[in-house]
């Protein structure tokens, strides 16, 4: 069935340092990909999202790009902040768009 | 935006007792809701789909008798948790999914210990 790996965390960070979460996934079909982010004592949001292949989704200085060649959507941030402390999410949904698969989830910490 | 609200964040309660969840969308009808349960370190696993107005639908593995859901109306869904163990013991978190806009909308999660 489909799937969803995540790097493991925790990831460690000073901040302005460059944020690199891989995400990779198994799917049958063409999916849409997401990152969700849970902050400290809140709910999941959602951060960003692509639903094609080579499409770029971007929100709050976090970027990631579909690519199916690789299988991957790997989530970057140019310049964390301690505000980016979080717990992040990658996610998919099949083209009937159905419940999310998620993957574990991977824990940033930064700290100024 | 839109919010989804989970009533209780935290519950404790002892083995054998029934415990209920209530998932809320705010400010919006939910045509579709959806339940996670969460173990420590664990990726969310769907539980259940549940529409409103009709029986929910269980995933593989999921105990129907055991969990409980209820989507009585297009804002709220329940999920009860009957004669609840220790190894029920985790974090649900409820998902709703807008009617119009079809995007998905998480709960803050509701932990529940049992003794």
């Known amino acids: 069935g489909d799937s969803v790996t995540q790097m493991e965390g925790p990831v460690t960070l000073s901040e302005e340092a460059f944020l690199t979460i891989n995400c990779t996934y198994t799917a049958t079909g063409y999916p849409s990909l997401f990152w969700y982010v849970q902050y400290p004592g809140e709910g999941l949001q959602l951060l960003l999202k692509a639903t094609k292949a080579d499409d770029k989704g971007s929100n709050k200085g976090f970027e990631a790009t579909y690519r199916k060649e690789t299988t991957s959507f790997h989530l970057e941030k140019g310049s964390v902040q301690v505000s980016d402390s979080a717990v992040y999410f990658c996610?998919?949904?099949?083209?009937?768009?159905?419940?999310?698969?998620f993957g574990k989830g991977t824990t940033l910490s930064v700290s100024s | 935006g839109a919010v989804v609200s989970q009533h209780p964040s935290w519950v404790i309660c002892k083995s054998g007792t029934s415990v209920k969840i209530e998932c809320r969308s705010l400010d919006f009808q939910a045509t579709t809701m959806f339940w996670y349960r969460q173990f420590p370190k664990q990726s969310l696993m769907l539980m259940a789909t549940?529409?409103?107005?009709?029986?929910?639908?269980?995933e593989q593995g999921v105990e129907k008798d055991k969990f409980l859901i209820n989507h009585a109306s297009l804002t709220l869904s329940t999920l009860t948790v009957t004669s609840a163990h220790p190894e029920d013991s985790s974090f649900y978190i409820c998902?709703?999914?807008?009617?119009?806009?079809?995007?998905?909308?998480f709960g803050e999660g509701s932990r529940l210990t049992v003794l």
């Open positions: 996610a998919l949904s099949d083209e009937a768009g159905t419940a999310l698969i």
């Open positions: 998902s709703a999914r807008a009617g119009g806009s079809g995007e998905l909308f």
């Open positions: 549940s529409n409103e107005g009709s029986k929910a639908t269980y």
